[in-house]
């Protein structure tokens, strides 16, 4: 088993006073060339959202684009006429392919939004755009992971698919357990986010938004020390 240990505090920064952003990768005006992504797995950013402010429109093409809430909401507009806001407990996917645009906005006026943004790379190219977004039980959650993206040709349960053989997972955890997460092929990898709580994985203890990238096993191995959300995401590795 390989792993990459990427500390919460080694990520890059970006407060533009209207966004507080936090970059797991390379992104916008942060590079760093020993982080380009995880496999296929591309972005991870852990943006805030102020109040009555927003992303403009802007395109995309070519990628697998995923938002998780976390706090609030976020109101979702496209050229495809799509026009919804994404609260906690929902997920939304969206292929970009030949090519979309979109905005993000907080309509609140007093509450900030939380939320993650993911962008996989594609095993198909240019394909039609498009959107789909999902509530997920929380039940679901508790003390085991729950799917909630997966390969279109691979849909597990209720999940939200996309164009890549990747999928994410969310689990809720009470302290004081061991979790054996295994991989749905041996030859991708993980990419373990810890959302808040303790964990440990071999000799690493990961605290909130710590983050470890794992390869070359069929099976991990999480000990829960404190209470703990955990974000998996699990990609071909090239």
């Given amino acids: 088993m390989k792993t990459s240990l990427h500390k919460a505090n080694t990520r890059g920064k970006a407060d533009h006073g209207w966004l507080k952003s936090h970059h797991s990768f390379s992104f916008a005006s942060y590079h760093n060339p020993q982080r380009m992504g995880f496999g296929k797995l591309r972005v991870l950013n852990d943006d805030i959202v102020q109040p009555k402010m927003g992303f403009g429109t802007h395109p995309h093409q070519n990628m697998e684009i995923i938002s998780i809430p976390l706090s609030g909401a976020l109101t979702h507009k496209d050229s495809m006429d799509n026009k919804r806001a994404i609260t906690t407990g929902e997920v939304q996917v ?61 849909i ?17 955890f009470d302290a004081q357990q061991t979790i054996n997460f295994k991989l749905q092929d041996a030859s991708h990898g993980i990419y373990v986010f810890l959302l808040e709580g303790e964990i440990a994985i071999g000799n690493e203890t990961l605290i909130d938004k710590d983050a470890l990238g794992i390869w ?11 209470d703990s959300k955990i974000l998996i995401v699990e990609v071909p590795m090239n």
């Fill in 216 to 226: 070359e096993t069929e099976t991990v191995t999480i000990n829960i020390h404190k």
């Fill in 156 to 172: 597990i349960n209720d999940a939200l698919w996309i164009h890549q053989q990747a999928y994410i997972s969310i689990g809720n």
């Fill in 94 to 154: 969206m292929s970009a392919g030949t090519g979309l645009q979109h905005s993000e906005f907080n309509d609140s006026k007093t509450d900030e939004v939380k939320f993650l943004q993911l962008w996989i790379q594609p095993e198909e190219y240019n394909v039609a755009p498009r959107y789909e977004q999902k509530e997920f039980d929380q039940q679901n959650s508790e003390n085991k992971f729950q799917t909630v993206v997966a390969p279109k040709d691979n």
